[in-house]
């Protein structure tokens, strides 16, 4: 049925090896992202690394499964890891990043200019790009206290999912870009020579830009722009540098995705863009994926099987002791036992139902179903590897919960570092 | 019934899809509706499976009973353009603001300015009147952003209203802000039947409610029919299966025979299943607790597609969504 085999992805290689310093776990949201990067996190400090995972925005069980009640920005020891490692955890909150990056950079007095002021306010508590900006700010900054030997990073669950490769150098132009010069200084660009239309277009932009926002907001942006202006130079020259730190050597992509349409096509989308940004991409992690014990027997036999066990279609409402399905034609009244009991034909089989036949044929129906999901799976997987033959895949057999402690995290690094066909 | 409905719910819930199958339920009777998305991913045009949308309302589907779906992907850029041309005649400046990085500031960096022009767009549709006085549509639905923001994309109104205190912006953002949080506004959460969806469906439902947001109703997405009743019990013996496994023509009975071999993974598959269904019935218990219509769309096995899209809209307008 498989034309092509994909390699299989090696993660313990990936997190054993001492070159291996950043780890990116991107892809569509809903996919485990979150928790794949704490059970490589964990993995990885188990088999002896000094590990910190960086998350954006955890659901409040899986902090919990690392024994940590609340995530916050700084890196917190989680305890109970077994062997010499030591894995650190935490939550990226954004507002307070760039509070301590304005912190960092300018005199108390102009920080705090900055820090009152309105538009600041709102652009740091996180609209369009500042979570990508300072995730990746976060990212320089621990890699840079050089205290971790590897920081494996998730990605916020952006609008479009490699917002967080844009974001930075978007930001970044904004604030050293010709706009913010045209607020800030419109005197100096109109008087000089070859800028005519640039003068127009600006005095028309702030004009416009005055009456769709307001006088006092625009005033706002432009006391803003004032006081970071010291910073600007900065702001590029950072969101460059981590731009440069993904794309280095020792910086590992995985893509993570479920077995499902949407994601696996998102997931294609993000080898491509991260090929084209020459940004090393290690392999895709395949959550979720199912298997069977007995995939020799197919959805088909299954079913016919059921059938030929003659248990009424699907669960009876009535329950195991509710009326037996009456067969218009063929059924026997025997009258021999002095009690009515209808039987099944002698095609294929006469002998009574028992709860072990109603059981077997749903047994059987329930493995039908499962083959079936099978076989969507494998079929969307093949399109995906028909699109990219060369991407190494690790899969993840799908859990019937959720992750709720370490052991559990523990288990589903062991189902990522066997890599292959769950059983 | 509000007339904008706006769909949301966590990543990989379907809430794409949802949305969809909503608006060609509320396109009855020969109703119109306006399916919008706001995310500029195109997933309404991958659903119907039409070519990629432009910034203009279209035809995409029509409902049995011969009700209109249309459809519009807004795109913050144009919007904001739109809206210069509207109001300021301002449209051909459009170009030269462009280059400047103006646009790209408005629509992307300035707070919430995008998710006004987006919400804005959409509340515009809600009001829209023909010549004869009567709705362009009868309903909006929003393929809106998922739960984790979806507060905030709403109530950025309000915020932008409080930060551009005066001037369009400012009476722009009050007045959608009216829209959105009156009684003509539904917002509906889609989930699954699992535990991270569920609770970020009812941390979402409270924070929509604490922003003073009408939340409507949950919508439970990809629901799968029950197979078996209940645990295998106990009381059936191992050889008893495999003596019926045999008896339907899949091989030998004895130890190492071919449907014995069947028996241990079919009933560690028995077992996976009633876990599931155990699980799954915690969080029904749950969804119950904010006291909301709750309603569930079957789990469509092949995938979607346009008769998957009908068939969901037939179980929404059974269950007196629409």
């Known amino acids: 049925m498989t034309l092509d ?62 024994g940590i009640d609340s995530l ?104 050293d870009g010709k706009f913010i010069r045209v607020l800030m200084a419109p005197a100096k660009v109109g008087g000089r020579a070859g800028m005519k239309f640039l003068n127009v277009g600006m005095s028309m932009m702030t004009g416009t830009l005055g009456k769709l926002l307001g006088g006092p907001f625009l005033k706002d942006v432009q006391t803003f722009v004032a006081a970071m202006d010291t910073m600007f130079g900065g702001f590029r020259t950072r969101a460059d540098a981590t731009y440069r730190l993904l794309q280095a050597p020792g910086t590992a992509f995985l893509v993570v995705a479920a077995p499902e349409r949407d994601a696996l096509r998102e997931a294609a989308y993000f080898v491509e863009r991260l090929a084209a940004d020459r940004m090393p991409l290690a392999g895709l992690v395949l959550n979720r994926v199912h298997g069977s014990g007995a995939a020799r027997l197919s959805a088909e036999r299954a079913l016919a099987a059921a ?62 179903e499962r083959m ?52 | 019934m509000s007339r904008l409905q706006v769909v949301s719910g966590k990543g990989g819930t379907g809430k794409t899809t949802v949305a969809a199958a909503l608006a060609l339920a509320l396109a009855t009777e020969g109703k119109r509706t306006l399916l919008v998305e706001v995310e500029g991913r195109q997933g309404i045009a991958q659903l119907f499976e039409t070519e990629a949308l432009p910034y203009e309302e279209r035809k995409i589907a029509v409902a049995p009973g011969g009700g209109e779906v249309y459809a519009l992907a807004i795109d913050a850029e144009l919007a904001l353009l739109d809206y210069l041309q509207m109001f300021y005649r301002l449209g051909g400046a459009g170009r030269a603001l462009r280059k400047l990085g103006a646009i790209d500031f408005a629509t992307t960096i300035a707070p919430g300015v995008r998710d006004v022009l987006l919400t804005g767009k959409a509340c515009e549709a809600v009001r829209r009147k023909d010549k004869r006085g009567r709705y362009a549509y009868d309903y909006v639905v929003m393929d809106a ?10 109530n950025v109104n309000d915020e932008v209203a409080g ?71 106990d009381g059936v013996k191992r050889t008893e299966i495999a003596r019926e496994l045999s008896r339907a023509g899949l091989g030998g009975a004895r130890k190492g025979g071919l449907a014995e071999q069947l028996v241990e993974p079919l009933l560690a598959q028995a077992a996976e299943y009633a876990e599931r269904i155990a699980l799954e019935q915690e969080q029904r218990a749950e969804l119950a607790e904010p006291g909301l219509p709750v309603h569930e769309l079957e789990f469509l096995s092949e995938g979607i597609d346009l008769a998957g899209l009908y068939r969901l809209a037939t179980t929404l307008r059974r269950q007196g969504v629409s």
């Open chain 1, 307 to 368: 059938e030929a066990l003659g248990a009424p279609d699907g669960p009876d409402p009535a329950g195991p002791d509710g009326p037996v399905e009456n067969h218009e034609t063929g059924g026997i009244v025997d009258q021999e036992g002095g009690k009515e009991e209808v039987r099944t034909p002698p095609e294929p089989h006469d002998s009574p139902e028992t709860p072990a036949t109603e059981l077997t044929a749903g047994l059987l129906r329930l493995h039908a």
């Open chain 2, 163 to 233: 930060l551009a205190k005066i001037g369009p912006i400012h009476n722009q953002a009050q007045a959608v802000m009216r829209v959105l949080k009156s009684a003509e506004t539904s917002v509906h959460l889609v989930t699954l039947l699992e535990e991270m969806p569920v609770q970020e469906t009812l941390d979402g439902i409270a924070e929509l409610r604490a922003a003073g947001l009408p939340v409507g109703r949950i919508l439970v997405n990809m629901v799968r029919p029950t197979l078996l009743d209940g645990p295998v019990p």
């Open chain 1, 72 to 175: 916050d920005n700084t890196p917190r020891r989680v305890k109970e890891i077994e062997g010499d490692g030591e894995l650190h955890a935490m939550m990226l909150d954004m507002k307070r990043t760039f509070d301590e990056i304005v912190e960092a950079h300018a005199d108390a007095e102009r920080a705090r200019a900055i820090l009152e002021n309105p538009f600041y306010q709102s652009l740091s508590a996180g609209f369009a790009g500042t979570q990508e900006y300072m995730a990746m700010e976060k990212l320089g900054q621990l890699r840079a206290r050089d205290e971790w030997d590897l920081i494996i990073v998730d990605t916020p669950p952006s609008r479009s999912a490699l917002d967080f490769l844009d974001a930075p150098s978007r930001l970044g132009s904004f604030l």
């Open chain 2, 145 to 154: 952003p998922p739960t984790g923001r979806i507060t905030r994309f709403l």
């Open chain 1, 5 to 66: 085999v994909p390699p299989t992805l090696a993660v313990d290689p990936l997190l054993d090896d001492p070159k291996t310093r950043i780890i990116v776990c991107c892809g569509a949201g809903g996919v485990g992202k979150t928790t794949t990067a704490a059970a490589l996190g964990l993995r990885a400090a188990e088999r002896g690394r000094k590990v910190v995972v960086l998350t954006i925005d955890p659901a409040r069980r899986l902090a919990q499964s690392m």
């Open chain 1, 372 to 423: 079936r999901l099978l076989s969507r799976e494998q079929r969307t997987r093949d399109r995906f590897t028909a699109l990219h033959p060369e991407v190494a895949v690790a899969e993840v057999a799908a859990l019937p919960g959720d992750v709720h402690d370490l052991a559990g995290l523990r288990d589903i690094g062991d189902r990522l570092a066997s890599g292959g066909r769950p059983v």
